[in-house]
């Protein structure tokens, strides 16, 4: 019989993570064990010749079976919204 308990979080945050970080491009790189996405900053306005400043704002590193749910998720939640429109 599968344990069918539900877990609740207490999520706690400091101030200067509540305020969290704005990114505008993310990039994955995945194995078969973990997944990692770059959250990054790409500074449009200081673009030197052909080159984009891009500026690493978070990194996180998960099980690729969690990344797996997280864009089940995400896909849910994203349709959900669409329906109600944006």
């Known amino acids: 019989m599968p ?35 770059d959250f990054l900053y790409v500074d449009h306005a200081n673009k030197q010749g052909e080159e984009l400043p891009a500026h690493l704002v978070s990194r996180v590193i998960m099980p690729t079976t969690a990344l797996a749910n997280l864009s089940e998720t995400l896909s849910e939640h994203i349709s959900k919204h669409l329906e109600h429109g944006m």
């Open 3 to 37: 344990d069918n308990k539900q877990v609740r979080f207490r999520v706690e945050v400091s101030p200067e993570r509540a305020c969290g970080n704005y990114a505008n491009a993310s990039i994955v790189s995945t194995t078969n064990a973990e997944s990692r996405i």
